[in-house]
């Protein structure tokens, strides 16, 4: 029942934007904290930016602070990941769910990221 649902990666070339959506849905989306999660090739899954449940805190990695904004929009059981200024580090798939170490929802299929010219 519970579905997370990620979209809008694509190839980019270094110093590009995109836009990532996470729908979500089977389950009460406004009252979850929520986050973006990424993993590359041969690394571990880490977090990139988490969002409170109003969308009136989030948090960022150093590694994306400046260059990412996350946002959610609770009508929509949606949330996005705005990134701009992207660098071939920031090559990975991305996913969305809680921001709960050890309490994560069913992952999703992620959506890819590729930067690269």
């Known amino acids: 029942q519970v579905q997370l649902v990620e979209s809008g990666g694509g190839l980019v070339q270094p110093g590009g934007s995109l836009r990532l959506s996470c729908a979500a849905s089977g389950f009460t989306f406004s009252s979850y904290a929520m986050a973006w999660y990424r993993q590359a090739p041969g690394k571990e899954r880490e977090l990139v930016a988490g969002i409170s449940v109003g969308g009136g805190r989030t948090n960022y990695a150093d590694s994306v602070k400046g260059r990412f904004t996350i946002s959610r929009d609770n009508a929509k059981n949606t949330m996005y990941l705005q990134m701009n200024s992207l660098k071939p580090e920031d090559t990975a798939v991305y996913y969305c769910?809680?921001?709960?170490?050890?309490?994560?929802?069913?992952w999703g299929q992620g959506t890819q990221v590729t930067v690269s010219s």
């Open positions: 769910n809680r921001w709960v170490d050890g309490l994560f929802l069913s």
